[in-house]
């Protein structure tokens, strides 16, 4: 069953959280966890979107800081079972930048009953799994 994956826009890692070497991948599902997680990036004109924790979980994926760019997305998430297969691009720029940056892509997708696991995959490597509480 495909899944609907809804990006969330302007937020940014708050400066507690640890990225490990390469691609880190999260699901949260809670507000007190995603509140530590993430800060907004609000200005006059954009809008920000908070999850409903009732009915939704947030996935990251994160690259951390390093002096080059790249674009990271969801491509798609279906559902397998008691799994969330969470398909995502990591598209790396070989142009280096005067600054460092980490690279984020947030989503909120449906909290589905009887899921138990979350695998993340890049292409088709997989990535990571992550077991839910």
Do not use: W
Request: proline letters at 3%; glycine letters at 4%.
């Amino acid at each position: 069953m495909t899944l609907k994956i809804e990006p969330l826009n302007n937020l940014f890692l708050n400066n507690t959280v640890h990225l490990d070497h390469g691609l880190n991948c999260r699901v949260i599902d809670k507000k007190i966890d995603f509140d530590k997680t993430f800060g907004f990036a609000k200005t006059e004109t954009n809008t920000i979107k908070t999850p409903n924790f009732d009915s939704s979980q947030v996935m990251m994926i994160a690259l951390p800081a390093d002096n080059h760019d790249a674009i990271l997305s969801f491509i798609s998430a279906t559902r397998a079972g008691e799994t969330v297969e969470v398909y995502c691009s990591v598209k790396k720029k070989n142009y280096p930048l005067t600054y460092q940056a980490e690279h984020i892509a947030v989503a909120e997708i449906a909290r589905i009953k009887g899921v138990k696991t979350f695998t993340f995959y890049e292409g088709n490597k997989k990535v990571a799994t992550i077991k839910l509480k």
